[in-house]
């Protein structure tokens, strides 16, 4: 069964981090670009960061950029979304995504999707 499972959110405290892990099973994620995206309530899912097959970085979100970073293991077929300096309107479910070999902004390219994880930055 292909499937994408996240895992590493929670609650935090402004100005903490979390790292995100994106697990693949029933297939290989060598050939992939994964995505990250997050919806928070009542707003559209917008894309975070993205990492291609080559380990090429694209950030979709630029309140990010500097805060968030994104990396692969292919042997682990995870990818892992480390997130720093976390703000309050980090608050999100956050999903990852796959599209064959490179990252795109539009999220209807994306197929198989996870099931998020919930991100919750408060005092």
């Known amino acids: 069964q292909v499937q994408l499972v996240e895992s590493g959110g929670g609650l935090v405290q402004p100005g903490g981090s979390l790292r995100l892990s994106c697990a693949a099973s029933?297939?290989?994620?060598?050939?992939?670009?994964i995505g990250w995206f997050r919806q928070a309530p009542g707003k559209e899912r917008e894309g975070v960061l993205c990492?291609?097959?080559?380990?090429?970085?694209?950030y979709y979100a630029d309140s990010v950029k500097d805060r968030f970073t994104i990396s692969r293991d292919n042997a682990k077929n995870t990818v892992y979304l480390q997130m720093n300096s976390l703000k309050p309107e980090d608050t999100a479910v956050y999903y990852c995504?796959?599209?064959?070999?490179?990252?795109?902004?539009?999220?209807?390219?994306?197929?198989?999707w996870g099931q998020g994880t919930q991100v919750t930055v408060s005092s």
């Open positions: 990492i291609d097959r080559y380990a090429g970085r694209t």
């Open positions: 029933g297939f290989t994620l060598d050939y992939y670009a």
């Open positions: 995504a796959t599209r064959y070999t490179a990252c795109f902004s539009r999220k209807y390219e994306y197929n198989p």
